[in-house]
C-alpha cells in the first residue's frame, strides 16, 4: 500500500520561507516522477514543480526562481522548497507520484492527504 505523508506546511509573513516534505512509502521515489500541486479554495488544482526519476525537474511560472523542488532517494522523501512566499501561494499543497501519460499532462497514480501553506501580508 502506497503511503505520502506531507508535512512542514504552516502560516509564515510574506517574504518568508517553508520546507514541504513528502515522505513514501510502499513506493519508491527514485523510480519515477513526483510532483507538487496545490489548490486554494474556489481556485482549481494547480501543478507547482515536478521532477523525473532522472532528477529534471520543471516549475510553474508563478514559482519559478522562487521555489526548488528536490528528493532524497535514500530517505525516500520529496521536498519542496519555497523561498520569497506571497499571499497568492496560500494553498493546500499534495505531493502526487507514480506519473503516466495524460492527455492534459502527466497523471498521478498516487496522492498524499495534504499539508497547509497560509501567506499573510
Known amino acids: 500500500q502506497v503511503q505520502l505523508v506531507e508535512s512542514g506546511g504552516g502560516s509564515v509573513q510574506a517574504g518568508g520561507s517553508l520546507r514541504l516534505s513528502c515522505a513514501a512509502s510502499?513506493?519508491?521515489?527514485?523510480?519515477?516522477?513526483m510532483a507538487w500541486f496545490r489548490q486554494a479554495p474556489g481556485k482549481e488544482r494547480e501543478g507547482v514543480a515536478a521532477?523525473?526519476?532522472?532528477?529534471?525537474?520543471s516549475y510553474a511560472d508563478s514559482v519559478k526562481g522562487r521555489f526548488t523542488i528536490s528528493k532524497d532517494n535514500a530517505k525516500n522523501t520529496l521536498y519542496l522548497r519555497m523561498n520569497s512566499l506571497k499571499p497568492e501561494d496560500t494553498a493546500m499543497y499534495y505531493c502526487a507520484a507514480d506519473c503516466e501519460p495524460g492527455v492534459a499532462g502527466p497523471e498521478y497514480n498516487y496522492w498524499g492527504q495534504g499539508t497547509q501553506v497560509t501567506v499573510s501580508s
Open positions: 510502499g513506493y519508491t521515489i527514485s523510480s519515477g516522477c
Open positions: 521532477i523525473d526519476s532522472d532528477g529534471s525537474t
